[in-house]
């Protein structure tokens, strides 16, 4: 089985291709810009499963040659396309960066696989796309009104995809709400780290300040409530649709990647001092901060449709992300 990934240099996509080599001893065609310490560890480990091209997805050029080369080694059975910027707060202060890279690496994307005859696509699209939630749990028919550019840059993309079907490409969007965790050595790497888990976790450790951003937001304790997902869950979620696409089983879907739980940011703080709390640095503490432009308050999935049609079953908490998260932070720290 060959399968091509776009950013699978990045957190998700190296998550991904791990599970998909543990899997089906797959080959993984890993396309990012980026180098990455989770590229290393994952090639370090599989060297025969991965084939890696430093590439720019909106290069039309340079990735319409690439194409001309992969597919002559190798029948590419389904695309994970995962690259993108993908920073709500800076894509408010970069609008243009953020619409011209996501929008143009999908296009050139869309185009070369019509153009070879590849037909099967997972699109790592986001829960941001709702916008401010009308009502919770969040359906995959709940409006969309995206409130950064980054989501408004998701939701074109997905408007996109659907009119590229027309022209023989069988998609699934997966809508992720919000990612957490490791998988060992594998784990949420940004550069400048902006989420919530990996950077309570280094204050944790490291004894820093811990900013919570907006205790008045109209929710049970002002902060913002989101859904979050173990990675090996969400990575799981890409192995269903890439199951049922190759089976020929679906069609076309779009689903929400969520465990209908949401917990606020000062629940998930507490949540940590409370299973961490003799290993905790002294130096470790928290405030309260304004608002970050583009949060919404609350982001929570109505996860039916993906449970019903792909089988899904996530199988950990909120404890199980936080620990995961804990110990590849720790490991990093050790080497
Ligand atoms: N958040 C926070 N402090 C941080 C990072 C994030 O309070 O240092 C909050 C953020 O405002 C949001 C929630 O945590 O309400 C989740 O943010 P994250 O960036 O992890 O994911 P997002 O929901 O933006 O995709």
Redesign the pocket.
Same mark, same amino acid.
């Given at each position: 089985m060959n399968i091509l990934i776009t950013g699978g240099s990045g957190y998700i996509g190296s998550c991904t291709a791990l599970k998909i080599i543990q899997k089906y001893k797959a080959k993984c065609i890993i396309i990012d810009k980026k180098e990455s310490s989770n590229l290393e560890k994952l090639t370090l480990s599989y060297p025969q499963n991965i084939v890696f091209h430093k590439i720019d997805l909106c290069n039309y050029s340079a990735l319409s040659v690439l194409f001309e080369e992969i597919t002559r080694e190798y029948k590419i059975d389904v695309v994970i396309h995962f690259a993108a910027y993908a920073?709500?707060a800076e894509s408010e202060k970069y609008p243009h960066t953020y619409l011209q890279n996501n929008i143009n690496s999908t296009v050139n994307l869309l185009d070369l696989m019509v153009k070879h005859n590849i037909n099967n696509l997972i699109f790592s699209s %986001?829960a %941001?796309v709702y916008g401010e939630a009308k009502y919770v749990p969040i359906d995959e028919d709940h409006p969309l009104e995206p409130q950064s550019f980054y989501a408004l840059s998701k939701k074109v993309c997905e408007e996109i995809i659907q009119r590229y079907s027309k022209k023989g490409l069988n998609f699934i969007n997966l809508r992720y709400f919000?990612p957490?965790g490791a998988i060992g050595y594998l784990g949420e790497e940004h550069n400048p780290e +902006?989420?919530?888990?990996p950077?309570?976790i280094k204050s944790l450790i490291e004894g820093g300040i811990? !900013?919570?951003?907006?205790n008045d937001f109209p929710t049970k304790d002002g +902060?913002?409530i !989101?859904d979050f997902i173990h990675i090996e869950d969400l990575v799981d979620s890409h192995i269903l649709s890439m199951e049922k696409l190759l089976n020929e089983e679906i069609e076309n879907e779009v689903f929400n990647v969520g465990i209908n739980q949401g917990h606020s940011?000062l629940e998930v703080v507490n949540k940590a001092i409370e299973i961490f709390k003799n290993k905790i640095n002294p130096r470790f503490k928290y405030i309260f901060e304004s608002? !970050?432009e583009?949060?919404v308050p609350i982001?929570v999935a109505k996860a039916e449709k993906i449970k019903r049609k792909l089988g899904f079953k996530p199988k950990y908490n909120l404890e199980d992300i936080l620990q995961s998260a804990w110990n590849y932070q720790i490991h990093k720290i050790s080497l």
């Open positions: 920073i709500v %986001s %941001s919000n957490a +902006t989420h919530l888990i950077l309570l811990f !900013r919570i951003f907006g +902060t913002c !989101r940011v608002r !970050r583009g949060d982001l």
